[in-house]
């Protein structure tokens, strides 16, 4: 099978893939690709096997937040396409590059119901930047360049790759190529910053709110450099806690599904909003409440059908954010903050982040394990979060520094934080690599620890074990108080089902142990279980359970 001429249309996917940069592509293997597996065997790009679609898809999305360019899968038809859909949603709501590609059904079969036949566009077009079917063999190259410059974009997202089986063992001249398009969005009209700057000078009160689109190390940069410059309260946005260093004293915290309604009242009294990068969806700005109607906006994204949706920005940008905030940080200060409400947002947010020692009958309080790790990694590991009311302690306890990177997903969908962690491990093995999840998460695609110990990726993965689907049992408390109906779990011995895996499993089931356990994890050279049998009356970082009712 092997394509030594290097003439087919499998070889002309695989040398595009290359040519745009292209170093890993994760995948669950299937028959109608063969030919491409074939060809990355010679190409120089690192293929990771993985055992479901879904979670090769999140090690592809996650892979993509580290490098900033698009992350590529490889799956089947049918039932891998939508294995992988999870990953798909997820990507277009943070606005995060990622290549799906689809093996699909021979040519002559399309339309005739054939063996796992599915209509892609209807599939995947709602939730993509486009969906890219292959119809002959030479056009594979440009289809596939195209695919990539939807996936980075202007506003980054996925892409679908389609192509027949058929399609891909066929000839196409050597000729035939895609050629990389650089895609760059323009920067800010000649006199928004002088428009900005007019606002801030009429501010008290003025707050950045920065979002995934100045999610690059430029980006970062700038965003310090205009905040300190100008005297710019920071908020983050949802799972957006690694934008700015957590220690920065103009660190004004994170706008996330459990927010302090403390830390709301305050930033409810900002008078000027700077939005910057983000769409302001409804975590972000807590159900569309944040800012106040009566606030002052500005609205700077690059898509120009965002700003005015939910708000009615003062001034609106459709520009690229981090040339925004370089030609602010450029420009001379007029922002005369009120002193007292900064000195409060930083001291409200600094206190969150202080451990004050707290014990259950039911096991540990997790908020401790999460400020253990973050003081022995000093911030600057990597860590990926799953969903779940466990991340309210990561939020609040874990501080992310300098290069220190915290990787989860605004669409909460369970099941990112293991295979996530897995691909950050092989992408920065000189880091420590940190897992948060749930025991609910960690057994939707807990299965990528074989991926981890077939790769010998250092992976510390933390299983909060609650017995429980925690979050639903915490809505469950609030609507129908002392009724738990569904949400209980029986959960395997997690220690013990990381030694069948090959990798290393440890237990904390005591304060006194928690120290001494993660000190051994972080050590350890392989990947690494830790089972943590948690408090489920403290349930997260800002409410607690009553002893639960029981309908069986």
């Known amino acids: 099978m092997t394509d030594h001429a290097g003439t087919t249309a499998a070889a ?44 090769a898809a999140f090690m592809a999305l996650a892979d993509a937040k580290l490098t900033g360019t698009p992350g590529v899968v490889l799956v089947n038809r049918g039932p891998g396409a939508t294995n992988a859909a999870i990953a798909v949603h997820s990507a277009d709501l943070d606005a995060t590059g990622l290549l799906l590609i689809v093996g699909d059904v021979p040519s002559a079969e399309r339309g005739r119901r054939s063996f796992q036949e599915l209509d892609h566009q ?32 202007g506003v980054p997202g996925p892409a679908v790759l389609v192509v027949p089986e058929d399609v891909l063992t066929a000839p196409v001249p050597t000729t035939v190529s895609g050629t990389p398009v650089a895609t760059e969005v323009a920067p800010a009209p000649a006199d928004a910053i002088d428009r900005t700057l007019a606002l801030l000078s009429g501010s008290r009160r003025p707050v950045l709110v920065a979002g995934s689109q100045v999610d690059t190390p430029q980006g970062r940069r700038a965003l310090r450099e205009a905040a300190h410059r100008h005297r710019l309260p ?33 930033v409810g009294r900002a008078d000027l909003v700077l939005a910057v990068g983000t769409r302001l969806d409804a975590v972000s700005t807590q159900r569309y409440t944040l800012p106040d109607p009566g606030t002052a906006l500005v609205h700077v994204y690059p898509d120009a059908t965002v700003p ?46 202080r451990w004050a020692p707290v014990t259950a009958d039911d096991g540990v309080v997790f908020g401790r394990v999460v400020a253990v790790l973050s003081d022995l990694t000093s911030g600057r590991g990597v860590v990926t979060i799953d969903a779940g009311n466990f991340t309210s302690w990561v939020h609040r306890y874990h501080r992310v520094v300098e290069d220190g990177r915290l990787l989860g997903i605004g669409s909460s969908a369970m099941g990112f934080g293991v295979p ?17 999840v749930g025991d609910g998460g960690f057994l939707m695609t807990g299965s990528e620890l074989a991926t981890a110990v077939q790769r010998h990726a250092r992976v510390v993965i933390v299983v909060a074990d609650n017995g429980s689907y925690g979050t639903i049992r915490q809505h469950q408390e609030r609507r129908c108080p002392g009724r738990v109906v569904g949400t209980d779990l029986t959960n395997p011995d997690f220690a013990l089902l990381a030694h069948a895996y090959g990798a290393l499993g440890l237990t904390i089931g005591t304060d006194a142990e928690v120290e001494p356990v993660l000190s051994k994890a972080l050590a350890h050279p392989g990947p690494v279980v830790v089972h943590v049998r948690t408090s489920l009356t403290h349930i997260s970082a800002y409410q607690r359970l009553t002893a639960p009712g029981r309908v069986r």
């Not at 290359?18 to 995948?27: I, K, Q, S």
């Not at 996530?420 to 948060?436: C, D, I, N, S």
Request: charged share 20%; glycine share 8%.
């Open 122 to 153: 209807g599939t995947f077009a709602g939730m993509s930047r486009g969906v890219f079917t292959v119809g002959h063999p030479h056009h594979v190259a440009e289809f596939t360049a195209r695919a990539l410059a939807a996936a980075r974009g």
């Open 308 to 353: 005015g949706g939910a708000y009615q920005p003062r001034l609106a940008y459709a520009c690229s954010p981090v040339a925004f905030l370089e030609q602010l940080a450029a420009a001379p200060p007029r922002a005369t903050v009120d002193d007292d409400w900064v000195r409060q947002l930083a001291d409200h947010e600094a206190e969150q982040a």
């Open 12 to 55: 002309r996917l695989v040398d595009t893939l290359r040519a745009h940069g292209v170093d890993r592509v994760f995948c669950v293997p299937g028959e109608s690709f063969l030919p491409v597996l074939d060809r990355l065997a010679d190409a120089g790009i690192d293929l990771v096997t993985c055992r479901h679609e879904g979670g």
């Open 234 to 266: 920071v908020l983050v946005t949802n799972k957006r806690q690694d934008l700015f260093d957590n220690t920065d004293p103009w660190y004004a915290g994170h706008l996330h599904l459990a927010t302090p309604a403390r830390q709301r009242d305050l």
């Open 420 to 436: 996530a962690g897995v691909a950050a491990a092989l992408r920065r093995p000189e880091q420590p690599t940190v897992v948060f």
